[in-house]
């Protein structure tokens, strides 16, 4: 098993990082977030990983931190959830905003993430509300309101991710508005960075 790696970046893709550890050169896919916060070529670099082992291949996942690692690998264990799946999940938001969204059933937000449907975004509710809720060591954000679901589609509609849309919503002063004005306040909130 290998459990980390520490080695220098020798080159990244969409979503994978290539880590040279001793001369030797280890493709790990990573999530977005992963991938935004490496520093350039040549750094060194420290992930915490999780061996995937199949009939006719050998996949390294990596994560920045271990409660990521225990999020991704307790996700594994909910039935049709791949790694390829779990790894869009962590890249769709950041690992405590998951771990809130599972635990606080939020399967509206779920289903934002590109793969999952309804079914499957209430299976991981059913399957790891308790264990997330009581495993996760990070305190947890507030997952957004139901009502700013609608919010979050339409910004995922004009082409920003899951989690873009997410700090958006997040950042939208209380109060009752319609959605024609939360969308345009929370495009006011990427024009504002």
């Given at each position: 098993m290998i459990a980390s790696l520490t080695g220098k970046l020798e080159s990244s893709g969409?979503?994978?990082v290539i880590i040279n550890v001793n001369g030797v050169?280890?493709?790990v896919f990573v999530p977005t977030s992963v991938l935004s916060d490496l520093l350039g070529i040549n750094t060194e670099v420290k992930l915490y990983?999780?061996?995937?082992?199949?009939?006719?291949?050998?996949?390294?996942?990596?994560?920045?931190?271990?409660?990521?690692?225990?999020l991704f690998?307790?996700?594994?264990?909910?039935?049709?959830?791949?790694?390829?799946?779990?790894?869009?999940?962590?890249s769709a938001m950041p690992a405590d905003q998951l771990a809130a969204t599972i635990a606080?059933?939020?399967?509206?937000?779920?289903?934002?993430?590109?793969?999952?449907?309804?079914?499957?975004?209430?299976?991981i509710i059913l399957e790891l509300k308790d264990k997330v809720g009581a495993g996760w060591t990070i305190t947890p954000t507030t997952?957004?309101?139901p009502e700013n679901a609608d919010v979050l589609a339409a910004l995922i509609g004009l082409g920003y991710s899951a989690?873009?849309?997410?700090?958006?919503?997040?950042?939208?002063?209380?109060?009752?508005?319609?959605?024609?004005?939360?969308?345009?306040?929370a495009l006011q909130f990427f024009g504002g960075k």
């Open positions: 969409d979503n994978f050169g280890f493709q990983t999780h061996l995937q082992v199949r009939e006719d291949n050998l996949s390294l996942y990596g994560f920045a931190a271990s409660e990521e690692l225990w690998e307790t996700m594994l264990g909910v039935t049709g959830i791949g790694p390829k799946l779990a790894l869009a999940l962590l606080t059933g939020n399967a509206d937000l779920l289903t934002t993430v590109p793969g999952i449907g309804k079914k499957t975004a209430g299976r997952p957004p309101a989690a873009e849309a997410s700090r958006a919503v997040f950042a939208l002063p209380a109060g009752k508005q319609t959605l024609e004005e939360k969308v345009r306040l």
